[in-house]
């Protein structure tokens, strides 16, 4: 799991997501230890993400062209993946102008688990992105445009690829001014 994340506005809404994806291969025991390092903060660059790999014996392959938001119809969709050993879980951001959407997709079986309405940063990741998001939202955000939301968002994604390696340098960011009907996307993807 990496990192996206939202501001769903009165004036549209904007989305940007890492383009990391990290495989992991190994024992499982290992595997957790390394993903508990990872996600927590403590492993940095990309540099330690490999050394410490080889140091407990985890096979990793880590590509940054996997594109985790998109816009279809004014929806803007994004969505992270959580491995816990064979078991698979997505969580799917839905924004539009003025609402979002959180739904949970476990054995292809979606689920909405939150709403809400406008002026809300939405960030789903793991503990270490949420964690910077949430600091550069409280210590940057005072309100504003649309523009401003997606300056926050920049900094966001700018600050946590330099705090983890669980996220990419490179990012997508998407936009809309629609407000889309987001119960047929949620439902069209269900």
């Known amino acids: 799991m990496t990192l996206v994340i939202a501001f769903i506005g009165n004036q549209g809404a904007v989305m940007a997501g890492d383009m990391r994806e990290i495989a992991f291969g190994g024992d499982d025991a290992r595997i957790e230890e390394l993903e508990r390092e990872l996600y927590s903060g403590a492993i940095t660059t990309d540099d330690d993400l490999r050394r410490r790999a080889g140091e407990i014996g985890v096979e990793i392959r880590v590509r940054d062209d996997k594109a985790k938001v998109s816009q279809q119809g004014g929806v803007l969709i994004g969505e992270v993946t959580e491995t816990d050993g064979e078991k ?53 955000w005072e309100g504003g445009t649309l523009q401003d939301a997606i300056r926050i968002i920049m900094l966001i994604m700018q600050a946590a690829a330099g705090m983890t390696a669980s996220v990419s340098r490179t990012f997508v960011l998407v936009h809309t001014d629609l407000a889309a009907n987001l119960a047929d996307a949620v439902h069209k993807d269900g």
Do not use: P
């Not at 959407?101 to 002026?119: T, Y």
């Open 88 to 140: 698979v879980a997505k969580k799917r951001l839905y924004a539009t102008r003025g609402s979002y959407a959180i739904a949970e997709i476990i054995d292809s079986r979606q689920r909405v688990m939150q709403r809400g309405r406008a002026s809300n940063f939405v960030v789903l990741g793991n503990d270490i992105t949420k964690q910077i998001a949430n600091q550069c939202i409280r210590g940057a």
